[in-house]
Each structure stands twice: as C-alpha cells, then as structure tokens.
C-alpha cells in the first residue's frame, strides 16, 4: 500500500470529474523492471476498468504501476503554463524522466 498526497496546486488544477492516474511504460526489451511512470489527469468515466483507487484520495493506478509504487510515499504538484496543465510526482527517476 502506498499514500498520494496532493499539492494546493494539484487539487486546484483537478476538475471536479478528474482524479490522478498512474501508469507505468516499460523501456527495457529483456528486463520488465526498466521503465518510467506518467502521471496524468483522467476523467473518472475514462478510468480503465482494472484502474485500482490509492488510499482515499482521488489517484488510481493499473496494477503494474501500483506493483512499482507499493510502500512508497508520493506527492503530486501542477504546474499551469496558460491553459496548459503538467502534473509531476517527487518520485525517483527510474529509468526516464518521471512526468
């Protein structure tokens, strides 16, 4: 189990039908372990249906994803650039850069 905690910013920049969601792209060709997380917003409609709800905040995560972040603690910020939003995690960069 793992806890998300959400930036004034980033629960300012949610919609009210939106929640976070994490997934995982694997980047190696022989090692399932090399890869790189995105984080993004979705809108709950929209959430793939083996989508699993982190804690009681409004992030989900595909079981890859959730595999990779168990026992960790992460925090979400937005930053707006215009219309534009860019969500990002305090994660470690794990093979790529962490959006």
Avoid: K, N
């Amino acid at each position: 189990m793992f806890s998300v905690t959400l930036t004034a910013a980033a629960r300012d920049a949610l919609r009210p039908d939106e929640v976070i969601f994490f997934e995982w792209h694997g980047a190696g060709v022989c090692c399932a372990h090399d890869g790189e997380f995105s984080v993004r917003p979705l809108r709950r409609g929209r959430l793939p249906r083996r989508a699993r709800q982190i804690g009681d905040g409004p992030a989900y995560a595909l079981p890859l994803a959730w595999m990779h972040l168990a026992g960790t603690a992460v925090t979400i910020d937005c930053r707006r650039w215009g219309r534009w939003r860019r969500f990002t995690t305090d994660l470690p960069c794990l093979g790529g850069t962490v959006r």
